[in-house]
């Protein structure tokens, strides 16, 4: 049975992506499948995975990080390793160099952010300029020291392109698993109508637009009954004061906590129209919400912003309306414009399912996934 470590440094091991999708297809093709991550301590097998992992997120270095996984890739000896961020492709490359007459393991680089965007949004002052460099050289020597790369979506394609122009990858996107989506499009009764939004709160991902939103429906519309079902974990827990001001509006408020990835869809089912209305910024400009696909498995009507790679799935699916998220009055009228035509509402939520059953969901990937095993990474002259 051929051995497969995953390895992460920014995400926890639960994690979707990692967890109930790679994980999980790989287990049921029939591979030993490990789990190493630097977030969490964890020593538990679930569902056939095996998880390793230590808490460095506060005070864990570099090499304390180094140390961990090389360690455990010796303890496992791993035919394949999947990286989730560029870092650790760089410690497996190494670890790789180390194995004196062990057979070397193949090296994949899973690309599934925006790097060094991320690390740049989140410094101040010029060592962001340095950060954004430091990032760039960093996912340079990461992507040429991988063996394959798995790319998460179109847009981050041509980015690696021009790291290394000759590096076979395959798109193994961030389709959800139908098992755990019920189909629950609603029709507007009796004037009812609820909103929702899960994922990472905060007013960077589009917190305060939703608020500002239901307030104005409120005020436009006195014999509706609005709702708003918030799912997730705050970014910053000073934004929790919207949960009060949520409530203050006198809607029909409820707010889930982070659940597991199998459970936090049920939370859902009661929405009509789900939003995904972010500012922008370099990364969400240039980037697919994964809960876009999550609402559609749902079968809502969604309302999201207008950039590039969310208008182009849009465009297949006929699943929503999008607005531009800095144009308040936009996102008001063409809300209202759906409130005055609730069967779009029902509609739109019905092509979105299907959309999800056809085009978007895990199966998809992982026969992509399946293809890429089978057929290259275990063949001595990929």
């Not at 460099?133 to 021009?162: C, P, Q, W």
């Amino acid at each position: 049975m051929k051995k497969v470590a995953i390895i992460s440094t920014g995400h926890p091991p639960l994690d979707e992506r990692i967890f109930n999708k790679i994980g999980n297809s790989l287990v049921k093709f029939g591979y030993d499948v490990s789990v190493i991550v630097t977030t969490e301590d964890i020593n538990k097998e679930i569902n056939s995975i095996k998880f390793k992992g230590i808490d460095l997120t506060k005070k864990g270095s570099f090499r304390n990080k180094f140390t961990f996984i090389i360690k455990e890739l010796k303890n496992i000896n791993p035919d394949l390793i999947i990286n989730c961020e560029p870092v650790p492709v760089l410690i497996s490359y190494f670890f790789s160099l180390i194995q004196k007459n062990i057979r070397r393991g193949k090296i994949i680089y899973d690309v599934t952010e925006w790097y060094p965007e991320n690390i740049y949004l989140k410094s101040k002052g010029l060592k962001k300029f340095f950060f954004f460099l430091v990032g760039h050289l960093i996912n340079f020597f990461a992507t040429n020291s991988a063996d394959y790369l798995f790319i998460g979506e179109e847009t981050k394609v041509t980015r690696y392109r021009m790291y290394a122009p000759k590096k076979k990858f395959s798109i193994i996107s961030y389709y959800p698993v139908l098992d755990y989506y019920k189909s629950s499009t609603r029709k507007v009764e009796n004037k009812e109508i609820i909103f929702g939004y899960s994922g990472v709160i905060s007013v960077s991902r589009g917190l305060k637009i939703f608020y500002d939103v239901l307030k104005e429906l409120i005020s436009k519309f006195s014999n509706y009954k609005f709702g708003f079902v918030l799912v997730g974990r705050f970014e910053n827990p000073n934004e929790e004061i919207y949960l009060k001001k949520f409530k203050e509006l006198g809607i029909e408020f409820n707010y889930f906590p982070w659940t597991d990835y199998e459970n936090f869809s049920k939370h859902l089912e009661s929405v009509h129209i789900c939003l995904d209305i972010r500012p922008p910024n370099k990364i969400y400009e240039r980037s697919l919400p994964i809960k876009i696909f999550d609402y559609m498995a749902l079968g809502k009507c969604i309302i999201a912003s207008n950039y590039e790679p969310i208008k182009n799935v849009f465009e297949i699916a006929n699943c929503g309306i999008l607005v531009n998220p800095k144009d308040f009055d936009e996102i008001i009228s063409k809300t209202i414009e759906l409130i005055n035509e609730p069967e779009k509402i029902f509609n739109y939520g019905l092509n979105a399912r299907i959309s999800a059953e056809r085009l978007f969901n895990w199966k998809i990937c992982e026969e992509e996934l399946l293809r890429v095993f089978r057929q290259g990474l275990f063949k001595s002259n990929f």
